[in-house]
């Protein structure tokens, strides 16, 4: 008698963050982004000078550190990733972060420590949640399981726009597309629930398609299968 969980997973840069944003909103759900935790501890680790594939010493600082969930108030349904009180919403995008985030995320004790986290904040349910493993993994019961997709091209032209709107320097569509294949490929390869298509999922290819649309999309089926 939990409230109903959408899990949404897909590749870097397939819209995942704004889609799952919109969803929360429009169904007065919380939007869990999990990817934002896999970077919060990443960004610690670069803070401490630990070296990315030391999982023994990252497990340890794991355990030191209390990522905690406080909502926004703007916008109303998201959640702030704090680490010990601090809010790190703009460091976790930094560049570095990104190129060592899926490294950081391929430990079994890091993945165990965070999926426990998000378990125990889904456990009432009424909730968007957005990563890699959440359909097949972190809510395998999840009522309505999206996998969003988008062509590599069309993937990198969305992070430029988006490093265009943050004022970054310009980086060329064949570095992007470089760098999020070689993101993807890690999270797809790695040993402990790596990215995948859950079983039940709905996969929406997002070519093409408005953010409103895709949205529309969830929403419709959320309505129809609750
Ligand atoms: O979604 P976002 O790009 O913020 O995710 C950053 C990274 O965090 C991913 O590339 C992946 O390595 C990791 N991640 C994960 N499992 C999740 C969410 C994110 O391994 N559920």
């Known amino acids: 008698n939990r409230q109903p969980i959408i899990a949404i997973d897909g590749p870097a840069g397939a819209g995942k963050s704004t889609v799952a944003h919109q969803v929360a909103a429009k169904l007065k759900l919380v ?6 935790m896999y ?3 990443t960004w610690l680790v670069l803070q401490h000078g630990i070296k990315v594939d030391d999982e023994c010493a990252i497990a340890e600082l794991v355990s030191h550190y209390c990522i905690e ?15 010990n009180g601090n809010n790190l919403n703009e460091e976790i995008r930094s560049v570095e972060v990104t190129s060592n985030v899926s490294a950081v995320a391929s430990h079994k004790s890091v993945r165990q420590a965070l999926v426990k986290q998000q378990q125990t904040w889904g456990q009432k349910g ?14 395998p019961d999840a009522e309505v399981k999206i996998f969003l997709n988008a062509s590599i091209e069309e993937r990198a032209r969305r992070r430029q726009q988006d490093f265009q709107r943050q004022g970054e320097p310009e980086v060329s569509l064949e570095q992007l597309e470089k760098q999020i294949a070689e993101r993807d490929w890690k999270d797809s390869n790695r ?6 298509k859950a079983n039940n999922a709905i996969e929406i290819n997002t070519d093409g398609l408005t953010v409103s649309q895709v949205t529309a999309i969830i929403i419709q089926k959320y309505q129809h299968l609750i």
């Open 69 to 83: 969930l406080t909502p926004s108030e703007d916008p109303l349904y998201s959640l702030t990733i704090m680490i």
């Open 126 to 139: 009424g909730l968007v949640a957005e990563g890699r493993d959440i359909g097949t993994h972190v809510f």
């Open 191 to 196: 040993e402990v629930s790596p990215l995948q």
């Open 39 to 41: 970077r919060a501890i």
């Open 31 to 36: 939007y869990l982004d999990t990817g934002a």
